[in-house]
């Protein structure tokens, strides 16, 4: 940096390089592995580098394309320290970033992971993220309608909240974050501008330490949904009227990153003046000005004749606006302080100057085979009562799902489904991961990851369209840990491709360490697909069916990754996926559409005994045969289950793409009966609903 500047930095230069050039902002350890992902498509718009990607929803009568943004953003060390302002401050960032895009945001997703549910302190730590996400997602008027929630022992010093965004526009209202004209104004709109959150990009490339819950507060930005509506209709108002031509979030480095950003893209310059950003507290610095991380801020570029009327709008949203300088075509950031420079450095150098990391790594070991005994009881109540696999209901009744009148599908499902009626179509969206999976086999599990996606997708008789990804690790500068981290984006990016899913956004977060150890490499995938109309079938049993299970291999039974093991203890190879994932997925969408399906469900997290127990009810279980104790629990991924008045046409439908395999027929009194073997149990709907109630009986 000195050399490239010739000269010793100022002190404010000295502290944006440092977030710039963090891990969080710079990518610096995991943008050589990033090129494993296809992220081109016939209907890809906007690929990653952006805010968002964008991604067009083809109209079926030749009218103009419907566009879908989508973000995926990390909020972990500060949900570590602040559950709740840590949590809704990641989802206010992520809206904004779809914001920048021209965008409306129309639904959130949420990924989250803790240590063991036993312990008080990973409850603590749930209940606040929880709570932080509904207070924001349900003040802004955005509902949450898909996601995941984990449990395991890696993440105890160390959770992970990983938020996503889906937004809808179109060509007319697209914006980027690509400045596009020297001499246009630099507008700051929103909240004004406070000492909180300073330093949060280094605070997020940093092992957590053991007192950064008192230490590290100050990092931690703090939220005003309220403002954030007020910003959303205001961004909406700008666009109607066409006075925006680029535009970007002020999220990580704050000002300083948000703007330098934006006119390096458009390979130009800017001069800044820092005083003039309107300000929350008095006597702030030119640095701090320049770092903090305030929320509810968007700088916008203006043509110099809209800049009053983009100030009309902002005050009549009581927002504030200021014009705090223009873009330049020199190629050089340059802010000044009260006059007196604070920076003048080469924009992209700012922003693609930091150097790589060039990290030694070691191969995960595979799991060698070590299986426990156990009897089909104990292992169902053990695995359909766990955490991992119980009712989510206490966290997604917290969440107003139904605002904006889009939701036909709700949470709780295999994915949900919104109505983008601008499209006349259904718009599925599926969240997560599984770290058991990622733990046990980090490219296996994070290949699994993009089939278990897909899968709820088309289980819902949707066809995946695109995905975002949150890649998080630990402490990369370890070669085990970087190994495992190397092999997660490996295996992802082979699971997306496999079913052929752009990836067109994402986000990295390492340093995911503390001084209880790193947690499981963990790659959350949030995907989205289409279909026509509204509807889809349900994951609960109708009773009047005959009961099939689709996909899957023919290979025996391994439990690798899975909740049995997690549970009892042992280790396993992990389960073998799919050759053909496309076709295997375009199937199960093509056959969850039949007008015989009267259900489906997809087998993933804890196997066939979950996915039956949850989809028994008071009114309608199943008399199931399988061919034993084990293959009950096994979580091979691209397996659904399928109640259906026609077995041959399903058996048809996947005729040389997969196995179909009868387990029985669906009953009236909603009893859920397995034979597995020599084994055998039966339960009643009272007593699932009683296991799989952990979570809210303890909350």
């Known amino acids: 940096m000195t050399e490239h500047l010739g000269r010793e930095p100022t002190q404010a230069e000295t502290a944006l390089f440092e977030n710039l050039w963090s891990e969080h902002c710079a990518y610096r350890s995991s943008r050589p592995l990033l090129g494993a992902f296809e992220t081109d498509g016939e209907n890809v718009i906007v690929p990653p580098g952006d805010d968002a990607g964008v991604v067009a929803i083809p109209s079926s009568d030749g009218s103009e394309d419907t566009y879908i943004a989508m973000g995926i953003e990390s909020h972990n060390h500060p949900s570590y320290v602040d559950p709740f302002d840590g ?15 021209g965008a409306y945001p129309i639904a959130l997703t949420d990924s989250l ?34 996601g995941s929630v984990a449990f395991h022992d890696e993440y105890e010093g160390n959770p992970l909240v990983n938020v996503a965004c889906v937004g809808v526009t179109d060509a007319d209202r697209l914006v980027t974050a690509e400045a596009q004209q020297a001499g246009n104004k630099l507008v700051l709109v929103g909240r004004e501008t406070g000492r909180d959150g300073m330093g949060g990009a280094s605070f997020a490339s940093e092992d957590l330490a053991e007192d950064a819950e008192t230490e590290d507060r100050p990092a931690v930005q703090v939220g005003d949904p309220y403002s954030e509506k007020l910003l959303i209709e205001c961004n909406e108002q700008l666009l109607d009227e066409d006075l925006v031509e680029s535009a970007r979030d002020l999220g990580a480095a704050g000002l300083g990153g948000a703007s330098s950003e ?15 950003v309107h300000q929350r507290e008095p006597g702030m610095n030119g640095t701090e000005i320049l770092l903090s991380e305030s929320q509810e801020r968007m700088v916008y570029e203006i043509e ?13 949203y ?4 200021s014009v705090i300088g223009e873009t330049t075509d020199d190629g050089i950031y340059h802010c000044t302080f009260e006059g007196e420079t604070v920076v003048e450095a080469d924009a992209e150098f700012l922003g693609e100057g930091a150097p790589m990391n060039d990290l030694e790594y070691v191969q995960p070991d595979q799991p060698e085979c070590d299986l426990p005994e156990f009897d089909l009881e104990t292992a169902f109540e053990a695995v359909v009562g766990s955490p991992n696999t119980a009712s989510k209901r206490w966290v997604y009744r917290q969440y107003d799902h139904e605002v904006q009148v889009r939701t036909a599908t709700p949470p709780g499902d295999d994915a949900a489904l919104l109505a ?33 996606n897909a899968t709820n997708i088309a289980a819902k008789g949707a066809t995946p369209l695109a995905a975002v990804d949150c890649l998080n690790g630990g402490n990369p500068e370890k070669p085990d840990v970087y190994g495992n981290f190397k092999a997660i984006v490996d295996g992802l990016a082979d699971g997306c491709r496999d079913v052929d899913v752009p990836v067109i956004g994402g986000n990295v977060s ?41 996909g899957g291999t023919d290979d025996e039974p391994a439990l690798g990754g899975s909740e049995l093991l997690a549970r009892l203890g042992g280790s396993d190879r992990f389960p073998a996926l799919p050759e053909s994932s496309g076709e295997l997925i375009e199937t199960i969408a093509a056959v969850a559409d039949f007008e015989s399906t009267l259900a ?49 046409a399903v058996r048809d439908a996947f005729d040389g793409i997969a196995p179909v395999r009868k387990l029985g027929e669906a009953t009236a009194d909603g009893t859920l009966s397995i034979e597995a073997g020599d084994a055998s149990l039966a339960v009643d709907a009272t007593e699932v609903s009683e296991l799989r109630a952990v979570i809210e009986d303890e909350l």
């Open 304 to 316: 110099p004749e809209n800049v009053d009327r983009v100030g009309e709008i902002a005050e009549r």
């Open 318 to 321: 009581d927002l504030q606006a």
């Open 600 to 648: 489906t469900h997809d087998v993933s997290h804890g196997g066939l005994a979950v996915t039956l127990a949850e989809m028994v009810t008071h009114d309608a279980g199943a008399d199931v045969t399988v061919e034993s104790p084990l293959a009950a629990f096994d979580e091979q991924p691209g397996q659904v289950v399928v109640e259906t008045t026609d077995p041959v």
């Open 420 to 452: 983008i009626r601008e499209a006349e179509q259904g718009l599925a969206i599926s969240a997560g991961a599984d770290p058991n999976w990622t733990s046990a086999a980090p490219y296996e599990g994070a290949r699994a990851v993009g089939l278990e």
């Open 113 to 146: 992971y803790f240590g063991p549910f036993e312990d008080e302190h990973p409850r603590y730590l749930f209940e606040g993220v929880v709570e932080g996400i509904s207070h924001y997602g349900n003040s802004i008027g955005v509902p949450t309608v898909a």
């Open 510 to 550: 390492l340093y995911n360490d503390s001084v209880e150890g790193p947690i499981p490499p963990t790659p959350t995938l949030t995907m989205i697909g289409t279909k026509d109309g509204y509807d889809a079938p349900s994951m609960t049993l109708s009773g009047e069916g005959t009961v099939v299970l689709v």
């Open 87 to 101: 949590a809704a401050t990641g989802v206010g960032g992520i809206v904004r970033d779809i914001l920048s895009m």
């Open 262 to 276: 934006l006119v390096a893209k458009g390979n130009l310059g800017a001069e800044i003046e820092l005083s003039k």
